[in-house]
């Protein structure tokens, strides 16, 4: 099970951090990835850290902004965002898929995960 959260109302130019929290399974065997989804738009990939937390990857649009980390021990990964912008407005999403490295980016690609979590709101006014 995973649960998002931290979502909320920031100003263009702000930060927030989300967290995913992961119960029931190992998280030190599945890499995490973020993704988000405004309305009327498809679904995007926002990031995802492998399972050893060796290997991070982003969408895009994160590039730069965004970055992901993990805490095995609390079986929690984050989503600090930086420098939000009114277009980073959607509810984002983490999910779980178990795998090597090589074959858990491919599914973070593709958006094959194995465990879904509840979104949580993030709103960024201009």
């Known amino acids: 099970q995973l649960q998002a959260s931290g979502g909320g109302l920031v100003q263009s130019g702000g930060s927030l951090r989300l967290s995913c929290a992961a119960s029931g399974f190992r998280v030190d065997t599945y890499a995490i990835g973020w993704f988000r989804q405004a309305p009327g738009l498809v679904r995007e990939r926002v990031g995802c850290?492998?399972?050893?937390?060796?290997?991070?990857y982003y969408g895009v649009s994160a590039k730069g902004r965004f970055t992901i980390s993990s805490d095995n021990a609390k079986k929690t990964v984050y989503l600090q965002m930086n420098n939000l912008r009114p277009e980073d407005t959607a509810v984002y999403y983490c999910?779980?898929?178990?795998?090597?490295?090589?074959?858990?980016?491919?599914?973070?690609?593709?958006?094959?995960?194995?465990?879904w979590g509840k979104g949580t709101q993030v709103t960024v006014s201009s």
């Open positions: 850290i492998s399972a050893n937390e060796d290997t991070t």
């Open positions: 999910a779980a898929v178990g795998g090597s490295t090589r074959y858990t980016q491919a599914a973070f690609d593709d958006g094959i995960m194995d465990y």
